[in-house]
């Protein structure tokens, strides 16, 4: 049975499920009924930091246009550009044993594609969860649902997988952000 996390809480995933090396985080939300003219296109991806908490190079942003970062260790399986359908939108495929050494903290982000002009943001947006799967088994590990609590806000970091030691433990983050993926690259050091 997964464990339902509440922001901002702590879980150890590898300490709590011996051998797991493999897993898949799985990003999924609805959008509201919206009279706005612009279909949403919301895109999940993975910035792999260091001990500063900052990523060393946009090879460490991984996302629809770079599906690949850490050496092959952290894979996106691509975007879902109309979030249609039940389960994951979108998923990030994590090799916990390969990430480099060189990375301490992997954050899973959403943003809403051009949310500032099309005047589109996440309190429009409903359902949103991150998930994270034993890939070799599917079996669901933990799941955090982000509620409703973002009203302004274009962008939100929705959960990070931390090392501990030899362990990886997860943090539920749900912290949202103005200003949309610049803001959000801005925030872990990459310009663009």
């Known amino acids: 049975?997964?464990?339902?996390?509440?922001?901002?809480?702590?879980?150890?995933?590898?300490?709590?499920?011996?051998?797991?090396t493999k897993v898949l985080v799985g990003l999924g939300?609805?959008?509201?009924?919206?009279?706005g003219g612009n279909d949403f296109d919301l895109d999940s991806a993975a910035f792999l930091l260091g001990e500063t908490g900052k990523a060393g190079s946009e090879a460490d942003f991984v996302f629809y246009n770079n599906l690949q970062g850490g050496g092959g260790s952290v894979v996106h399986k691509g975007d879902n550009r109309t979030g249609v359908g039940e389960g994951d939108d979108e998923q990030v495929f994590v090799d916990l044993a390969k990430v480099p050494a060189s990375?301490?903290?992997?954050?899973?982000?959403?943003?809403?594609?051009?949310?500032?002009?099309r005047r589109q943001n996440f309190g429009q947006v409903s359902n949103a969860y991150i998930r994270i799967m034993n890939a070799d088994s599917n079996s669901e590990l933990l799941r955090y649902d982000l509620g409703e609590d973002f009203s302004i806000e274009t962008a939100v970091v929705v959960g990070q997988l931390y090392r501990n030691g030899a362990e990886w433990k997860f943090n539920a983050v749900g912290s949202g952000f103005q200003g949309g993926l610049a803001s959000l690259c801005n925030s872990f050091g990459l310009n663009v």
């Open 1 to 20: 049975m997964a464990i339902s996390l509440q922001k901002g809480q702590k879980v150890d995933l590898t300490k709590t499920n011996p051998g797991l």
């Open 103 to 117: 990375i301490d903290k992997i954050s899973f982000t959403v943003t809403i594609h051009d949310g500032e002009q």
């Open 29 to 35: 939300w609805d959008t509201n009924k919206y009279d």
